[in-house]
């Protein structure tokens, strides 16, 4: 049993009519769209923020793939690896008023 590559389809008298071609012959790279996202469907960035929680660091790993237009490769990775990146960013800002706070209390004791 072979099996059935994305870029062919059923032409058999029964078939033609009936069903339509998902992809866009004036655009391929639309076809690419069809498969699922990794990481159970939700994509790395969404993984990535969610993940963040737990360990920030991913935040800043999801971050850099935003800033080297990862999401070129699947533009619906794109609001997921913007969500990262902004919780970086907050996460950043959080941290260094934390730690200027913590120091300029130690500072007066």
Excluded at 38 to 57: A, E, K, R, Y
Aim: proline residues 5%; charged residues 15%.
């Amino acid at each position: 049993m072979g099996e059935a590559h994305s870029d062919e389809f059923c032409q058999c008298q029964g078939c033609v009519g009936k069903y339509t071609l998902l992809r866009d012959e004036e655009n391929p790279r639309l076809a690419i769209f069809e498969r699922r996202l990794p990481c159970c469907g939700c994509g790395i960035g969404w993984s990535s923020f969610l993940l963040g929680f737990v360990c920030p660091l991913i935040w800043y790993f999801a971050a850099t793939l935003y800033c080297c237009k990862y999401y070129n490769r699947d533009p619906r990775e794109r609001p997921g690896l913007a969500a990262s990146a902004v919780a970086a960013l907050i996460f950043t800002v959080l941290a260094i008023i934390t730690l200027t706070v913590t120091l300029i209390i130690c500072a007066h004791k």
